[in-house]
């Protein structure tokens, strides 16, 4: 299923995913990761400024799914951990929390616009008092001094603070989902085992370490890698399976996570 | 006829409020009306009221309010086409959806820190906080008396105007947008979709 | 009744001026209003004068009056005295610090368009700029020779003694301090011809 994600008809992060979710039939199991990020980073090369609010958005609500999705996406099997998965009950309930209260103040931000345009249908009277009785209003300036008018000045022509975002963690995807699989099925059958933080040893994007996550998922959901955490936040084996040939690999042209 | 358009007991009041509105810029409180008309709160009420209702029954082309606390003189909202034509002054700028959004959460909880509105709305909110302050919607009203002492914000009186209500509590309550529970299902199976699921498209076979 | 009341044929035109009227901050010209509700002159001033009349013999405590070429609603000469005790006791004694600010930017900016004056506030300043003006603080003191002239804006006489002091050279000075970007570029605007004019020609603003 394709799912058409465009920046602009969503409003915080947690808008997409209500957009998403709501519209009845999509799963978020079906929801195209990769026709988020792509339409995140087709966002980033457009502005050429970039609008940092939205780009932090839209990253944070591609990590939501990437996280949603490559739990569903990671094999379960009967030795899981009770503790990991009551973790994750609690962690969906706090989300659908959050996603109602999203939803709540959007409504409630619909009503007030509402509100708004049919205040606005009215103007009020401001014409203020006749001349006539100018000689009685106080004088607006009694007290003032010219130095609380330089100040009063300096505030008012003061630099606007700038509105500051630690970019590094947005700097453009350097590489694609599909280039990582590519690179992996290259590499892999050469090295045969490697842990997940050897493989990817010197990425510091996080973006980038998903990206190459992804490839890892997508090889094991091809059937050439094996994956094995031997407990909770241990080290991720992938392994290449004996027999499985650089050329099995499916080397997709987008990512369809 | 009606008691307010001649003669009634509360003629003078009536006449010296209808003047006293014709010169106010802002909307002025019932009891800064009574205080100078020497008389009870509840009877310049009373008699403002009645001025509204009967502007309104003689289909006049302007109105008396109360919005923000008190009561002004604006056109009349059906008027608002010729009214257009005559302001050619750009009319207030529109807020995008997502200010909108965070003064929604500052009317309603207030007040709130930057960091709590933030935490609703999932992003940064620091420049649209900005911008409804610099607009007048919202401002600085107290500091969090815990650790940090963060800024707490809360609407203003303009935001009352422009909202056209009298006071927070004219506000459609919080209750009316909660999520009815055909919506509330429909995230859980969106979010909570388990790992049944999950396991019939996986392809397990593979896994060796 | 009189045919102004309602139902009557100018009923519409009535409630057209009746809300533009109220809106207006200046005297409105006859032949404006015929422009914009597109009938003649001589129709609206009927209007108008069956209006004013009407108001009158209802005993309102406003009127509607002919002054300076156009009509405006002015409180009632007899309700005076109720108007006078609100200015004296009703209005704010102090310029908001918002105001304060746009008197600040006109004295140490001055010539400047309104419009310039918006453009660093961020808001918009016609109500204050108003106030400021009919306080007698600022004055139009030219136009802008580029298109659209802009009114420009600079402090008064009483301006100055008001501030207790001889010229606008005595104001203390901003010294070293420097504007943010967006002053400095409100202000090469208003120098400009039109927004088309590419602003990295102009110099900067070398009187701050």
Known sequence: ????????VYEGPFDLLLNLILREEVELYEVSLSTIVDAYLAELERLEVCDLEKTTEFLLIAAILVELKTRRLLPVDDRFDVDDEFGLWEERDLLLARLLECKT??????SLRRMAAEAARSSPRRAGIEDRFLHLAPDLLAGVSPVDLRAACIRALTPRPVFHVDTEHIAPIRISVADAVGELAAELPRRGSVTFRRLTAGITDRIEMVVWFLAVLELYKQGVVEIDQAASFGDIHVSWRPGAGAGDVDLVDAYEG | MDPEVAGGPDDGVRRAIEAILMVAVDPVEPNLLAQLLEMPTRRVEAVCDGLADWYEAEGRGFALVRVGGGYRFQSHPDQASWVERFVLEGQHSRLTAAALETLAIVAY?????RAQVSAI?????????????QRGYIEE???DPGPGNALMFGTTREFLVRMGIDRLADLPSLGDFVPGPEVVEALERGLLAGPDVVDAEVPVDDRS
Do not use: E, Y
């Open chain 2, 121 to 133: 709305r999932g992003v940064d909110v620091d420049t649209v906080i900005r911008t409804l302050a």
């Open chain 2, 109 to 113: 909880k207030q007040p709130i820190s």
């Open chain 1, 1 to 8: 299923m394709s799912v058409t994600v465009s920046t602009t």
């Open chain 1, 105 to 110: 103040f959007r409504d409630a931000a619909v």
């Open chain 2, 141 to 143: 009203v107290s500091r």
